[in-house]
């Protein structure tokens, strides 16, 4: 199984990136993929989750309202729309992947595979 993470970059605040989890390898679509992010000098944190069993979306109430995770119609690719940008957003985001469903919990769970960091920076 494999993970690649694209999409990050430079944005003002108020702006908006589309990250994207291209994943492959994977035998059946019953898998979650997750996106986490962490800031310089903070720990790791859960952003959302989307659950490939029965389509559930899960987000961290900082985002909630604002990101919008969603899967492409050949169940290979995971989006992350970032929209209204704000400063405490910036971070290395980074995708993971867990076979089974994810739910509110999505943050307890055992992550088997991560794809590669990619940096958001919101900034003026």
């Known amino acids: 199984v494999q993970l690649q993470a694209s999409g990050g970059g430079l944005v003002q605040p108020g702006g908006s990136l589309r990250l994207s989890c291209a994943a492959s390898g994977f035998t059946s679509d019953d898998y979650a993929i997750a996106w986490f992010r962490q800031a310089p000098g903070k720990e790791r944190e859960g952003v959302s989750c989307f659950s490939g069993e029965d389509g559930g979306t899960y987000y961290a109430d900082s985002v909630k309202g604002r990101f919008t995770i969603s899967r492409d119609n050949a169940k290979s690719t995971v989006f992350l729309q970032m929209n209204n940008l704000k400063s405490e957003d910036t971070a290395v985001y980074y995708c993971?992947?867990?076979?089974?469903?994810?739910?509110?919990?999505?943050?307890?769970?055992?992550?088997?595979?991560w794809g590669q960091g990619t940096l958001v920076t919101v900034s003026s």
């Open positions: 993971a992947a867990d076979v089974g469903p994810c739910d509110d919990d999505y943050v307890l769970l055992t992550y088997d595979y």
